[in-house]
């Protein structure tokens, strides 16, 4: 069983830089890839950045490549999205997931645990 819990969002202009962290117990966080996934008003959850198991690897939406960075720090069962050069399109609930697979393309359905959400707005 893995519990996760995000933090660090909230109310930000554009341009604006934020950083959010999940917080995962369980004692098994270096099995999971994780990823962080968003669903703004009136959208489907959307992917918005995943990475591998050892940190090695990462990947992103088009929405946010070069400007949200994905990392994680195995020994402190912790992954962080920076989140820079915010747009008010990046406005959504921030989740974070964890997957026990090596695999980077699946949605988030494949995905075995889910936080609760942080919420990030910003304004223009």
């Known amino acids: 069983q893995v519990q996760l819990v995000e933090s660090g969002g909230g109310l930000v202009q554009a341009r604006d830089s934020l950083r959010l962290s999940c917080a995962a117990s369980?004692?098994?966080?270096?099995?999971?890839?994780m990823a962080w996934f968003r669903q703004g008003p009136g959208k489907e959850r959307e992917f918005v950045a995943t990475?591998?198991?050892?940190?090695?690897?990462?990947y992103y939406a088009d929405s946010v490549k070069g400007r949200f960075t994905i990392s994680r720090d195995n020994g402190k069962n912790t992954v962080f999205l920076q989140m820079n050069s915010l747009k008010p399109e990046d406005t959504a609930l921030y989740y974070c997931?964890?997957?026990?697979?090596?695999?980077?393309?699946?949605?988030?359905?494949?995905?075995?645990?889910w936080g609760q959400g942080t919420q990030v707005t910003v304004s223009s």
């Open positions: 990475i591998s198991r050892s940190g090695d690897t990462t």
């Open positions: 997931a964890a997957v026990d697979s090596i695999y980077r393309r699946i949605g988030p359905s494949q995905y075995d645990y």
């Open positions: 369980g004692r098994t966080f270096s099995h999971y890839r």
